[in-house]
Each structure stands twice: as C-alpha cells, then as structure tokens.
C-alpha cells in the first residue's frame, strides 16, 4: 500500500477553499485506482508515480485548479484545453470528469508505465537559412567549390550556425573578416563550432 506524501497534505491544507476538495477528490481517485502510486513534489507541485516515473500531477491557482498526465496525448488524447493539463480550468468538482471516466485514465496510465512508454517530444524541423547575398555569391565562385560542397553537404543547424554567425557581426570589416573565414573553413570541411568539438 502506498503512503501518503505529508508534503501534498501540507499543499493541500494551504490551497484556497474551492481547491481543497478538487484536490482531495484528485488524490482519492488516484490512489483508488493504483494502489501502488508513489507521491512527491517536483516543481512544487504533487505529482504521482508509478514504476518510477511520472503518471500525473495537479495543482491549484488563485482561481482554479489543474490536472494533468505525464504521457497526456497517450492518456487522453490531444486536447486544448484552457490552463494546466488536460482538463482545463477546474474550479469546482463538477468540472472533472465523471470519477469512472478518471479511474479509466489513471489505468491506461499505469499501463503505459509499465510498458516503458516516454514521453515523445515534439521536434520542430527549422528550415535552411537563407543565404547572405554577398556570402552566397562568393559561395558560387569556382575557387570556392570545396567550401559551397561542405556547407551544401551541412544540415540546416550548422548551416545556420555560420549564416548567423556572418549576419549577427556588428561592422562591415567583421562581416567581410567573418565570411573570409568562413569560406577558409568550409574549405577544410570544418564546422562553425570545430575547435570545440571532440576529436
């Protein structure tokens, strides 16, 4: 049987009137539904695991409180919701799903703990920078088609790297010193950053 955090009990005896008992009800549910769950704080908020990792957290504002589960989309699917986690602004009891529907989640919730699930982090793909005209054209002359193949051979990030590195200099005499060096660079199929990389 699990124990039960005196930290969250504390969190909860200090949380305003209305988020008391939406918070109890929480924590109930919770604990009905995985006997085994583990309570803690992180961010200063409960949060609940199971199999050692995160399953859900709550926590209450000035004017509502929030729900949420760690591997949400998998739990609840995607939702957009207005406040923190998957339920929106809660500001009384009414306002949470019916407690079966809660037991349902707290379940597939387990489930995916047991089964290792993480959570899948959302990459944004930044496209190619667009290439300083006066850098591009120097790029584009035959005496420096050992520079253009590296930096065309580069993905986006490093490309990125020297544009930003040429565009960011403050004078002239160190955009033209910036791309001079650039190119010396390329050419030896370095990256922006090679000094500091491991050999």
Known sequence: MATRDPRIDAYIAKSAAFAQP??????????MACPEVEEGLKW???FFS????????MAAFKQHCGFG????????????EDGMGQFGKLASLKDLPP????????????VLNETGVKPARARVEK???VLPDDFAALLAQKQHAAARKTYQDFGPGAQREYVDWIVEAKTDAT??????TALE???????????????
């Open 44 to 46: 200063s908020m409960p």
């Open 22 to 31: 939406i918070l109890e009800h929480l924590r109930s549910v919770i604990h």
């Open 50 to 57: 199971y199999k050692g990792a995160p399953m859900c957290m």
């Open 127 to 129: 496209p190619a920078p």
């Open 99 to 110: 407690k079966k529907e809660l037991v349902a989640y707290v379940k597939k919730a387990m």
């Open 185 to 199: 660079w390329l050419a030896e199929g370095k990256s922006r950053h090679w000094k500091y990389q491991k050999c």
């Open 175 to 180: 955009r033209r010193k910036r791309i001079a």
């Open 69 to 80: 589960f760690w591997l949400s989309g998998q739990v609840v699917g995607d939702t957009a």
